[in-house]
């Protein structure tokens, strides 16, 4: 029997007028136990709706949820075993801590001295205990939502199902509480499955992340998978900076093409170009070359782009360079660490090199079809 959850071919179709709309299409994915899995994408790419039919709250039209090994697909909410947080921390506002914690364990008549013990085990991994006898609107916002996390945690289901668990709290409350949940998680050795839109947040706390686009998954990696290595344009976009120069692609085996200033590279990954398996690109076929900010270095040699220093942005640990590529109509994002910027000003030429390893080619014209 296989452990963890399996999503296979997950679908939602919503009924319309005409032929109705499909907002999760195939979505297949193998959580394990103890594993930190988050679903990420744009607003509107079916995350959420992806949670709810893992939950129970919302039916699949086709496809199937698997909880080791069983199939739940059909199985009513209130008995699939898992918690759930929302963005709402829907607490009950007249009901103190200790008893918001307390209540789904009442319901199902447990002997008090459990209770007790549960929600005060609970409360203090939590970190709530001394907050137990606050009613909710004593409470921070950070706080709230830890009481809501405990009222999940307290019946220690296997898995816990958070959407955008953070959505409400400040800047510097999300990276708090983000690592509060990341370690309370390993504490407890649970799986979670968390939606967010934050592709930062979704970095900073995954095992691996599910990157969705419009209703499918478009790449499943661990976070320097796919900030190293995205299947496609749009996951290069959408996680972490990323310049796309437009280039020509010479034909031949291995792909190689020219950057702006003429210098020849044959890019460390070539992706989704047409005749990839051919091997056979026809000649002057127009790409996408991509580079991240942090891996172009400033050189006093052969160069592969030239520019010019528009703007420079200090963020403390580094300094982003904003450069206007020579001959194109187009910026180039460079992050430097902090060191190394006195060597540029705004104003000044400038010239940086890529490791060939460091870039990746696209196919432009696949891209502008999708
Ligand atoms: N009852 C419904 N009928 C028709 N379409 C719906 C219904 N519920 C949701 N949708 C649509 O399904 C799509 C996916 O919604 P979903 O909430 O899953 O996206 P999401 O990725 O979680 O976005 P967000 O981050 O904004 O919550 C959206 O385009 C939404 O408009």
Known sequence: MSRGLSIRGLTKRYPTHGEGITVVSDVSFDVGNGEFFTMLGPSGCGKTTTLRMIAGLEEASSGAILIDGQDTTNVPARRRNVGMVFQSYALFPHLPVFENVAYGLRIRNLPETEIRA???????LLALSPLADRLPGQLSGGQQQRVSIARALVYRPPVLLLDEPLANLDAKLRVQMRDEIRRIQRALGIMVLYVTH?????MAVSDRIAVFERGRVAQIGSPTEIYDTPASHFVADFIGKANFLPVRINKGNPVSCHFPSGNPITPGRVIALPHQEHKMIPAGFDGLLMVRPE???????????????ERLQHLGAMTRCFVSVVGMDCELLVDLPRITRSRLREGDPCKFDVASSDVALFSKAREMQA
């Open 118 to 124: 549960k929600v005060g085990e609970i409360l203090d």
């Open 295 to 309: 891996r172009l270095t400033p050189t006093d040699g052969p160069a592969a782009i030239a520019g010019r220093v």
């Open 198 to 202: 934050d592709q930062e947040e979704a």
